[in-house]
């Protein structure tokens, strides 16, 4: 029977066009249109995870990386395990010996963890697991819990702009958030052009009851390259919330606010619209938009529900 199945998929493949190869391959399902634009970007998506690319190369080689990683911690870290994620990483990292990614801190990360697993294949005995120092957090739970309840979401801005050098740090900790197998997906675009941002600002439907000077406006996407799964289609939206939630933080120690919009009920056009004002590339989902800006004043505090 399974041979049969699989016969019959192959003269299938060859016969149809893959949009309707790839509808009797998964078995046909009928939903109500209102999921269509989302079952359409979910396949958009899917279909671009599928393509070879170096920007795919990078984040699954991240992805093998951390695989291996993980086992190289183990005290009982045996040599036999794990051969197919290994022979997977060293040929990604061959592969981009060649293009920019070699020069990026990941790309030296992911080679040392080639370089320790090759060691524990050929002198197991002479093999330490790695270890980390201990560490005890400079700030305590009062103070991180107070920025965790100032931060607001303001949106009436001052007439100032955010700096260059504060993106680019608000940046760097929205990487440091976890990710779902290491990948770091996360792609922020940015502007800090106030004219720019109120027209990126018209594309949200939530973009109400905003001052009219807008300073920045950001973008928060994942690049959609590494999910190759469908079972993995939720996943862009935790990882970029996780690093987003960095960034709002960070922002407050800057005296900066960050108010989060939603992408949710974005229409085709919109979508377009942002993608062109912002330049954002194809593979790069928006999960959802944010206006950043030092607060003329502050909102008043939703006051949160009680937890017991
Ligand atoms: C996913 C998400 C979507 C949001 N969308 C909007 C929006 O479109 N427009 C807006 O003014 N605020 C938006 N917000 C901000 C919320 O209204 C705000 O976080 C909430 O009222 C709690 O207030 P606080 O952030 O000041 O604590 C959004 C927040 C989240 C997390």
Known sequence: ????????????????PFKYY????????????????????AEKYMNLSLLDSPEKDVLLMRK????LDKGLHR????PGHSKSVYENLKLLIGKLSKTRYSKDATYIWAESKLEKYEMLQRDPKSFEPFCGEPVTSQISYENLFSLIKQRRSNRVFKERQISEDVIRHLKEVANWAASSC?????????????DLSKKCLACCKGGTGFSD?????????????????PSEMYLPYI???????NLFLAAETFGVSGTVLSWAQKNKQEELQLKSLLSIPDDCTIVFCAV??????RYLTPIRKNVE
């Open 1 to 16: 029977m399974k041979r049969l199945k699989s016969f019959v998929a192959k003269i299938l493949r060859r016969l149809l």
């Open 22 to 41: 790839k509808l009797v391959a998964n078995g046909f399902i009928i939903v109500p249109s209102y999921y269509k634009s989302i079952i359409e970007d």
């Open 64 to 67: 093998y990386a951390h695989i």
């Open 75 to 78: 005290r009982d870290a045996e």
């Open 182 to 194: 290491n990948k770091q997906p996360i792609q922020l675009f940015v502007t800090n052009n106030p």
């Open 213 to 229: 000077y807008i300073p920045s406006f950001w973008a928060f996407t994942a690049n959609v390259r590494g999910y190759v799964w």
């Open 239 to 245: 990882d970029v919330s996780l690093g987003a939630q």
């Open 292 to 297: 950043l800006g030092y607060p003329l004043y």
